[in-house]
């Protein structure tokens, strides 16, 4: 037996081993990125989502202002109509009282 091949394997066993945590070590290092891109691609899509839930409330909100807008000016629009028709009957009970 060689001692010069012990020497050899054992060289070899180390590289091995050497190599060995290296790539282990590099799928660490892309396994880390591939989750912090997934968060990431997460915290997008969240993002998103608030942003339309945003827009619809606004729309949402929009519509009530212009519905609650609309409802004022009809309001307006009834008591004006009321008060013509309350100055018209009594200019009328007037007219009646002095026909009398």
Aim: charged share 20%; glycine share 4%.
């Amino acid at each position: 037996m060689n001692p010069y091949n012990n020497l050899n394997n054992n060289k070899s066993n180390a590289n091995n081993s050497s190599n060995n945590e290296m790539n282990a070590a590099q799928l660490a290092v892309l396994g880390g990125f591939l989750a912090t891109l997934g968060d990431a691609i997460s915290t997008y899509a969240a993002v998103l989502a608030l942003e339309e839930l945003q827009q619809t409330q606004n729309q949402s909100n929009n519509n009530k202002n212009s519905n609650s807008n609309n409802n004022s000016n009809n309001i307006d629009d009834e008591i004006s109509e009321l008060k013509k028709q309350i100055k018209y009957l009594t200019k009328e009970l007037h007219r009646q009282k002095k026909g009398k």
